[in-house]
């Protein structure tokens, strides 16, 4: 299955043309100078640069790919969760593009195409995961997802756990705001962490004695602020003690639930996906985590197919087209901002 994929969900416009699982192409338009000033992303500016970007990503993909577009096999496209106004750039041209070339269009979740990215293989097509094995457990962190997702098969998933209010992104960008750290924050603070002491400063775990799978990020926001803004805080002396603290409280409060999550559902794998999944040091932790279980770990073959990229969203394509699950009435297709795994509405 030769198969081009376009993702507009937030804030980077992405192409792929994929064979299969392999990843023969995967254009990725970032925007994030064009949101910086504004410590975060600005809707009608991130579909204006949609507009902008994606008809050259299309055209880069294909050449890249060495493919003309008669010969694709189906168009992919995502359609939730995600910003409605941007969402609705790639599902427009994506319809557009399955009507004039006469191919089958393939709607994906954009929390799928994440839970899955470990499955997309190089060009080559090494990497990818040979002998999967159900149920596995996913870790999804993301700038606007924190979740944890029982893979039962392909196709089918349950979400067993999910942010009640900022996910693990937002309170980096929020943090890293009050720290005058520019956006994003997740990589500016992992960075600054490598020179701190993460015993310095003592941060609520949040969701510490809570008896369900669920995250909660707003209480450690709040107590970042009082910390920060307190007049014996000296952010030229405690800048990266801190940023060490702060990810340390991240690390453990995801590591408890994804142990709960292992002692409730015995996984036979566990895939990470999601930006916030970059960080070496929550990947680490959770594959120290799992080999308490001597439990696989998955993580896609690049850290590209960490953040947002439509090369992801060709991986679920690829067996969804194997299922022949392709929206029956293209003109029917509409965003969803508000998906929510396992849903497949169309």
């Known amino acids: 299955m030769l198969i081009l994929?376009?993702?507009?969900?937030?804030?980077?416009?992405?192409?792929?043309?994929?064979?299969?699982?392999?990843?023969?192409?995967?254009?990725?338009?970032?925007?994030?100078?064009?949101?910086?000033?504004?410590?975060?992303?600005?809707?009608?500016?991130?579909?204006?640069?949609?507009?902008?970007?994606?008809?050259p990503a299309i055209k880069e993909a294909l050449f890249q790919a060495k493919v003309e577009p008669e010969n694709l096999d189906a168009i992919a496209v995502t359609y939730g969760p995600g910003?409605?106004?941007?969402?609705?750039?790639?599902?427009?041209?994506?319809?557009?593009?399955?009507?004039?070339?006469?191919?089958?269009?393939?709607?994906?979740?954009?929390?799928?195409?994440?839970?899955l990215s470990a499955f997309a293989e190089d060009s080559q097509g090494k990497f990818g995961i040979e002998k999967p094995q159900f149920?596995?457990?996913?870790?999804?962190?993301?700038?606007?997802?924190?979740?944890?997702?029982?893979m039962k098969d392909y196709g089918k998933y349950e979400l067993v756990g999910q942010t009640l209010d900022d996910a693990v992104g937002e309170c980096f960008d929020k943090v890293a705001k009050l720290l005058g750290l520019g956006y994003p924050g997740g990589a500016i603070i992992s960075k600054m962490?490598?020179?701190?002491?993460?015993?310095?400063?003592?941060?609520p775990v949040p969701m510490i004695n809570s008896k369900d799978l669920n995250f909660s990020y707003s209480g450690l926001k709040t107590a970042c602020r009082s910390i920060i803004q307190d007049s014996s805080f000296d952010i030229k002396v405690d800048l990266?003690?801190?940023c060490a603290s702060f990810e340390k409280t991240i690390i453990k409060s995801l590591l408890i639930?994804?142990?709960?999550?292992?002692?409730?559902?015995?996984?036979k794998m566990i895939?990470?996906?999601g930006g916030v999944i970059s960080s070496k040091k929550i990947q680490q932790a959770v594959k120290e985590e799992a080999t308490k279980d001597k439990i696989p770990v998955h993580i896609?073959?690049?850290?590209?197919?960490?953040?947002?990229?439509a090369a992801m969203v060709g991986a679920v394509a690829y067996f969804k087209a194997k299922r022949k699950d392709f929206v029956k009435d293209i003109d029917a297709l509409d965003r969803i901002p508000g998906l929510e795994i396992g849903e497949n509405v169309y």
Request: glycine content about 6%.
């Open 5 to 55: 994929s376009i993702d507009t969900s937030c804030d980077e416009t992405s192409v792929a043309i994929t064979e299969d699982l392999r990843v023969v192409a995967n254009i990725v338009s970032s925007q994030i100078e064009l949101h910086k000033k504004w410590g975060g992303v600005v809707p009608s500016i991130a579909k204006r640069a949609h507009r902008e970007n994606l008809e």
């Open 135 to 150: 149920p596995a457990l996913g870790l999804l962190v993301s700038g606007g997802h924190t979740e944890l997702v029982l």
């Open 300 to 309: 896609p073959f690049s850290g590209s197919l960490l953040t947002d990229n």
């Open 193 to 203: 962490a490598t020179e701190g002491n993460p015993d310095k400063f003592r941060l």
């Open 240 to 242: 990266s003690d801190f």
């Open 271 to 273: 895939l990470l996906g």
């Open 83 to 115: 910003l409605a106004i941007a969402l609705e750039v790639g599902i427009s041209r994506a319809k557009e593009m399955a009507v004039s070339l006469n191919k089958p269009l393939i709607a994906v979740d954009h929390m799928e195409a994440h839970l």
């Open 257 to 267: 639930k994804l142990s709960t999550a292992i002692e409730i559902y015995r996984p």
